[in-house]
């Protein structure tokens, strides 16, 4: 995979979860909703916002995109897990959009970590 490649998978990823910081940091009422079904308003919701924040920034810089995508494995596992469990796929009448995205975002930062995983500090040592 070519280094362009990356570096725009890497930028769909940050635009995506800088596009919902709006919803979680201006407590609308469908992040309201879904925060406090999971038992997690308001400091899931502002949390999972500055998270989210720290990862598209990660991502974006060449030294650190292993670790923004490994987070954002972690974030999107979350989402997913409450989704399946708590929420449904579809939240809000939302036609399963958050959850496609959820995992959208995984997929993508699976491709990402499989990129970089020789610049993963504790697997670059065992090399």
């Given amino acids: 995979?070519?280094?362009?490649?990356?570096?725009?998978?890497?930028?769909?990823?940050?635009?995506?979860?800088?596009q919902t910081l709006y919803f979680k940091f201006t407590a609308?009422?469908?992040?309201?909703?879904i925060f406090s079904k999971i038992g997690m308003e308001p400091y899931g919701r502002v949390g999972t916002?500055?998270?989210?924040?720290?990862?598209s920034f990660l991502i974006l810089?060449?030294?650190?995109?292993?670790?923004?995508a490994l987070l954002a494995l972690g974030l999107m596992f979350g989402a997913m897990f409450f989704h399946v469990t708590k929420l449904g796929i579809e939240v809000n009448n939302d036609g399963g959009l958050l959850f496609g995205m959820a995992v959208f975002i995984f997929v993508l930062s699976l491709v990402v970590l499989?990129?970089?995983?020789?610049?993963?500090?504790?697997i670059k040592k065992n090399r």
């Fill in 61 to 68: 810089l060449n030294r650190t995109q292993w670790l923004g």
């Fill in 28 to 33: 609308h009422p469908d992040s309201v909703y």
């Fill in 114 to 122: 499989w990129i970089n995983r020789t610049n993963i500090p504790i």
């Fill in 49 to 55: 916002g500055i998270m989210e924040l720290i990862v």
């Fill in 1 to 18: 995979m070519t280094k362009t490649t990356n570096f725009i998978i890497r930028i769909i990823i940050a635009i995506l979860l800088l």
